[in-house]
């Protein structure tokens, strides 16, 4: 069975100002999902589908899509607002974003075969990431076993602004739950602040959060498709206010014990753009990479 690779790259980043996918970083125009599909490759996948917005389509293919057709099997998923239960419709038109990662996911399911690797188009993993989680897809058969690629907070953080993560609270190697934060330092410390509203804590500015890298078996499509069903139930006030996010799909599912969820350290660089300033900082890590000798100058 193919192991496939997912992109979520359908967000446009509101506070980078534009289409962060398609910002070059290497110094051959490469873009952050280059590096991803490069390592993922590497690690042993064997497919990759791009979750975008159709408006971008043509852009998207013309560029990466292009010049990856001959290096692995490449598909598409659209995701967009109208994609909601038919009785919901009238509210998609009072929404301007797609629904969330829920959402972007649910659109690829068709092209997913089998177990999959979930990632953020505009995040840089990192080799060991992607060899880990392959390792963890090829010898975990248990179908309702996934893991979590996480890193530590201080590793995710901008200098810039506060990031949006997810922080895992543990029992030896497993996650127990998961905490959707607003999270920036201060002094020694990193300051969450629980996007459900809950009080503001400090904590560890090494705490392991999630960033989207998840490891997935086949049948947690089902387990997503009945979350969002069930989102559509709610009043349409909260519809429209709220994101249907994966870190809340696996929260309930490990609450309700239908679930494992493996904690896998990477030891890998992470690199992200949250905020314009982000983007100089990133092209400069990635040269260092380079002349390390982890990538070639030209990746394709």
């Known amino acids: 069975m193919e192991k496939t690779l997912v ?20 110094p051959s125009n490469e873009f952050i999902i280059d590096y991803s599909v490069y ?27 292009e010049r990856l057709s001959d290096k692995i099997k490449v598909a598409y998923a659209y995701q967009e607002i ?10 998609a038109k009072m929404r301007t974003k797609p629904w969330g990662t829920v959402q972007a996911l649910l659109v690829a399911k068709d092209h997913v075969l089998g177990d999959f690797l979930v990632i ?25 076993v996934y893991a979590s690629i996480n890193f530590p ?37 990193a300051y969450a ?21 998840f490891a997935f078996k086949n049948n947690f499509f089902k387990l997503l498709e009945e979350y969002f069903l069930e989102y559509f139930k709610r009043t349409p006030e909260e519809i429209l206010k709220g994101e249907i996010l994966l870190p809340d799909v696996i ?11 493996k904690n896998i350290i ?22 260092e990479l380079i002349k390390n000798k982890e990538y070639p100058e030209r990746l394709w």
């Open 266 to 287: 990477s030891k890998s660089q992470w690199l992200g753009i949250t905020y314009p300033e982000d983007l100089a900082i990133i092209k400069t890590k990635i040269n």
């Open 39 to 65: 390592d993922a490759i590497k690690a042993g996948f064997t497919k990759v589908v791009f979750v975008i917005r159709k408006e971008i389509a043509p852009l998207f293919k013309k560029t990466i899509g």
């Open 120 to 144: 953020n188009a505009d995040d840089f993993y990192g080799l060991d990431s992607f060899i880990q989680a392959s390792h963890f897809l090829d010898t975990n058969h248990d179908p309702n």
């Open 251 to 261: 929260k309930e599912n490990l609450q309700k014990k239908r679930i494992i969820l």
């Open 193 to 213: 602040e629980p996007l459900n509203g809950e009080e503001s804590f400090t904590t560890s500015p090494d705490v392991l959060v999630a960033v989207n890298m």
């Open 82 to 91: 109208e994609d909601i239960p038919k009785n919901m419709q009238h509210l």
């Open 153 to 189: 907070f201080i590793v995710t953080n901008s200098n810039y602004g506060s990031v949006k993560r997810a922080i895992c609270k543990l029992k030896d190697d497993l996650i127990t739950d998961m905490l959707e934060c607003k999270i920036s330092l201060k002094g020694n410390n």
């Open 7 to 26: 992109v979520m790259a359908a967000g446009i980043g509101s506070r980078f100002g534009g289409l962060k996918q398609l910002e070059p970083v290497g």
